[in-house]
């Protein structure tokens, strides 16, 4: 009788067995690489983790010597991010600023604690006056990131200032002395022609008229040598150092109201050229208002009579306004051009041969310079470039 149960039999028993120890013997197989495996990958991960570990503390390292390197530094160094307000900042630009600025907009601070001067070159810090002269210092700005962060770096320049104007002092007292000699010479002439009329108006005999007229000529003499003494002392003392905000258009307007009659008397043309919007300068208004009457006095005395035309011109461009007094008179030989600007230097008859170096004087206290352009018979042009005041 055939089984017809479903029992397995023993050999399927045996078999299936079998299949099982073949698959446990796999699993245990697959089971040991898997442990290899993770043992591998931890021991992976150990070296990255160190690594990591490594870099980070590099990174400390690197930050707490920067940090220190800040500390040290005797500049002040202050650290905007993208909206301008102040992120970090070293301990020399605390002490310079006198306050924290951490947190607050830079313009603010710049506001209440610095003061523009020399066309916004250089800076008054405020609040320190009651220890004394005032200390001074230069800005300069960098990008720091891509998000549009910057680094600023405020360098004191007190010592620096105070040795550059001994030395232009010293540099103008010592020009003073070996023009002594040639001031005496300007002063002896008018003095004398002062002393003639002076003279005559001693005489009883003497009718009204002339009374009168030799009264204004010994008046006009003196005044000639009161302006003479008044230019040297302006060029001694160089440019007084009233900071005032100068408004161009105003500057320019004064001083052509006050050339342009004598130009028209002298029979001269004069043309003026200003391609500047509104802006201002950080100066003195009298002595660049001088500086400049001195340019243009000078191209009228060269080119006077007959075809004579002088021209001014005035540009901004890169944070300066230059202005051009240009001449078509005789122009200058090179001997002339190398000592235009020497104090007391002079080819006019009635010249004190200060005009010129007064123009440099007050451009360099301005932070600019003057410069000239000429050759014989092709008229003279001088260029005067001071800095504009900018804003902060
Ligand atoms: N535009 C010009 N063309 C030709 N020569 C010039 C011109 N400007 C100046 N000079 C020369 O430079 C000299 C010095 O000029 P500066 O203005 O210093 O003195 P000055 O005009 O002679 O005297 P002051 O200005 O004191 O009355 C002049 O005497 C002249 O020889
Ligand atoms: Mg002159």
Redesign the pocket.
Known sequence: MADTSNAPSPRDLEQAFSLFNEASAQLANAYNDLEQQVARLSAELAVANGELRRQYEEKEALSQRLAHLLAALPGGVVVLDAQGRVAQCNPAAREMLDLDPTGRPWNEVAASRLQASRGAQEWALCGQEGGGALRWVTLSMSPLDSAGGRALLLTEITEARRLGEQLEQHRRLSSMGEMAAGLAHQLRTPLATALLYAGNLARPALADGDRVRFAERAQARLRDLER?IQ?MLTFVRGAPAAQEEIDVAQLLQAVTHTIEPQMHAAGVAFRTRIAVGPSRLHGNRKALQGALI??L???L???AGGTGAVELEVRAGGGRLRIR?Q?N????DAA?LDR??E?F????Q??????????RSVAQAHGGEVE?E?APGR??L?TLAVPLADER
């Not at 230097?345 to 006019?348: D, W």
Request: charge should be negative; charged fraction near 15%.
């Open positions: 003479m230019d001195n340019l006095e000078n191209a005395q060269a080119c007094v001449d008179g005789p122009g200058m002339t235009l600007f104090p230097f002079t080819t006019r009635e010249g004190t041969g200060l005009g010129l170096a007064i123009v000239v000429s008229g003279a001088f």
